[in-house]
């Protein structure tokens, strides 16, 4: 145990000497964090609209006059026939088309209720979301402050119609999607190289005839990133309160719980992918490309699943990620506890043992 | 301590060591030379446990390496070929590691470490990666011994290193060995031979001999001399091409070489003034283990 305790203060040394990897693996969730944050902002400025207003009475023009007031957007063109929407958004001049209904007024007042039409172009679909949004918010507004003036109660439906990206889904909640792109990345990375490096330098030949187990050098190694893991984790939900008030709906203790879950299933992957090479360079492309891609493309973090091809539906069932992000965001957005998300923690574990049984079997306790 | 018979093993259809069978006394010190890929590091690490033999049987005393490779790792104090300590831990924290992870502390066995280790006293707080060449060698050999063990491995020790600090190094390996510890040591200088109480001459993977490096120059079979003079890679050449040169090369400053059965040197002298060359002499000269092992080579 004193031996194990020794290997374990090496591997802390390794960590804490070697600074500059130590600044990026505790400054990637803090930068991703702001980076992710502030590109999918809400805040939106001068975006360039068209009108289309086929009615062309006193309300749309109020309508028109409030949409052009409010800071968010600029008027750059207006249509007259609803068949140039077509070729202004081919042209990328405008984000968004606002048509507006023949008999718009008339409607409003005899039937109570009238349409405007939202066409936005979601080929960059958290933008278009975002100016769509907006221009519902302002058009609501405007019907809040009729009602009132008038006695009324008229209703104005935004119809929202995304077109190059139908199925938008919210990105929103880009959160659990770092929590599990950091995890993956920093345990499954970082100790594959670190296993890997020894033996590159020599040292695992030293390491193999001291009487150590495999056993102990695998826990001894991993240890350590199990705790720089966790502080990661803790460091993103922080960042995630205080910086973009997004607090945690559910039990805080049941998502450590599940972050650790996943953190040994990353490392035990890591383990996995330092037995099956010598090359710190092959360790560290096949973390990246094997892991960080599929975490950030088949996980549902950005990209959602139900949008992709059958075959890539399979693809990310088999990926652990998936169910992580799944879990995450059921504790995180809507609060749910173990009941509902049994499943996904199951098929976590299941993941690490099969990996973890793999990652001990190919351990060699010789050179070769 | 060692008993090793009939050992084979191959790397990819190409023999790394084949038929090799010797034994190791305790408390000896044992030479290994050759030259570089004669199989030396593959067979110590076949002594070591790390690496299994195709066919033979190793034993160290009464453990095989194969099946009871966890018992023998106890006792082995092993020092691979490449620097093997880690570069960002200070001279102290590796000795401590290698202390800790054998279940000893530095202080326990220190008396057995204290000369080599004194010397490293001034750079404790330096990082191993930043040390001399001789300096990292005995900071391994250190760690290879800081948890006393029977039988040291070392493999190739002296590459790389200075005169002077091979030198210091074989001193402190025949210190080592008046306290009792047996050790097998590998090296490609043939000059390093006659520091060891017996030696292997290895080649291609097969033991060209074993015994003690006396008996094996007193068997050497046949007269060899020297030539000094100016150029000696005009008189080299000059004296291969002479029919009654058996055998001519080049050792440091000099040519060695020996004669077809039934002529004297004296004519090869003959032979070097007509062929224009002065300022040159040849004289009888004792064969080393080098001039053995090249006899050897060139004859088999």
């Known amino acids: ?368 | 301590m060692y008993r090793v018979t009939n050992l084979f093993k191959k790397y990819n259809q190409v023999a790394a060591l084949s038929n090799i069978s010797f034994e190791v006394y305790p408390n000896e010190l044992l030479g290994f030379i050759g030259p570089d890929g004669s199989g030396k590091t593959t067979l110590f690490r076949i002594l070591a446990t790390l690496l299994l033999p195709d066919s033979g049987e190793v034993k160290f005393m009464n453990y095989d390496v194969v099946d009871d490779f966890q018992k023998i790792r106890r006792y082995l104090g092993y020092m691979p070929g490449r620097f093997s300590l880690y570069a960002d831990l200070t001279v102290e924290e590796n000795l401590n590691f290698f202390a800790t992870i054998y279940g000893t502390s530095v202080k326990e066995n220190y008396d057995l470490i204290a000369e080599i280790y004194s010397q490293l006293e001034p750079f404790r707080t330096r990082p191993a990666g930043k040390l001399s060449g001789g300096m990292k060698q005995k900071l391994a050999l250190c760690c290879a011994l800081i948890h006393r063990p029977t039988v040291l491995i070392l493999d190739e020790p002296t590459t790389g290193v200075d005169a002077v600090s091979r030198k210091e190094f074989w001193m402190l390996l025949r210190k080592l060995k008046q306290r009792g510890v047996t050790i097998l040591v590998s090296t490609p200088y043939m000059d390093e031979a006659s520091l060891c109480d017996r030696i292997v001459l290895m080649q291609k993977g097969k033991i060209m001999s074993t015994d003690v490096p006396e008996r094996l120059i007193a068997s050497y079979p046949v007269k060899l001399y020297a030539a000094f003079g100016d150029n000696t890679y005009v008189i080299k050449s000059a004296i291969s091409s002479l029919p009654e040169c058996q055998m001519a090369y080049l050792s440091g400053r000099k040519v060695h070489f020996t004669m077809k059965p039934s002529h004297h040197p004296r004519e090869i002298a003959e032979h070097l003034t007509k062929l224009g060359i002065e300022n040159f002499r040849i004289e009888p000269i004792a064969p080393t283990v080098e001039d053995y092992f090249i006899y050897r080579m060139i004859n088999e």
Request: glycine share 6%.
């Open chain 1, 1 to 368: 145990m004193k031996a194990f305790w020794g290997f374990v203060r090496k591997e802390i040394y390794h960590i804490l000497r070697d600074r500059r990897t130590l600044i990026v693996i505790l400054g990637i969730p803090i930068v991703e964090m702001l980076l992710f944050g502030f590109v999918l902002t809400n805040e939106i400025k001068k975006v360039n609209i068209a009108i289309c207003d086929l009615s062309n009475d006193e309300i749309t023009k109020q309508i028109i006059k409030k949409l052009e007031g409010s800071s968010y957007f600029r008027v750059t063109s207006y249509l007259t026939n609803i068949q140039n929407v077509e070729a202004i958004f081919k042209e990328g001049k405008v984000k968004e088309v606002v048509v507006f209904e023949p008999d718009f007024s008339r409607k409003l007042t005899k039937e109570n209720h009238a349409s405007i039409e939202l066409i936005s172009d979601a080929s960059d679909a958290n933008f278009s979301n975002l100016v769509v949004n907006y221009t519902s918010a302002i058009i609501s507004a405007y019907t809040k402050e009729l009602n009132n003036t008038l006695q009324g109660s008229y209703r104005i439906d935004p119809q929202i119609r995304m077109i190059y990206n139908p199925n938008l889904e919210g990105v929103y909640f880009f959160v659990p999607g770092i929590i599990g792109l950091i995890l993956m990345l920093i345990s499954a990375l970082m100790t594959s190289v670190s296993i890997v490096r020894e033996k590159e330098t020599g040292t695992m030949e030293a390491l193999l005839v001291s009487p150590l187990k495999p056993f102990h050098i695998i826990v001894g190694k991993v240890l350590p990133y199990v705790l720089l893991s966790l502080l990661n984790a803790t460091a993103i939900l922080l960042m995630s309160y205080f910086v973009f008030q997004l607090p945690v709906k559910g039990s805080l203790f049941l998502l450590m719980l599940e972050c650790l879950l996943y953190i040994l299933l990353a490392l035990s992957i890591g383990i996995l992918i330092s037995s099956s090479t010598n090359s710190q360079l092959i360790a560290m492309m096949v973390s990246l490309v094997g892991l960080m891609l599929p975490t950030i493309l088949l996980s549902g973090f950005i990209f959602p699943i139900e949008n992709m091809p059958r075959i890539l539906q399979w693809l990310c069932s088999i990926l652990p990620p998936k169910y992580f992000i799944i879990i995450i965001k059921g504790i995180m957005i809507k609060g749910v506890g173990l009941q509902y998300i049994w499943f996904e923690t199951l098929m976590l574990i299941l993941f690490t043992l099969l990996f973890l049984g793999l990652a001990i079997k190919k351990f060699k306790v010789r050179l070769v």
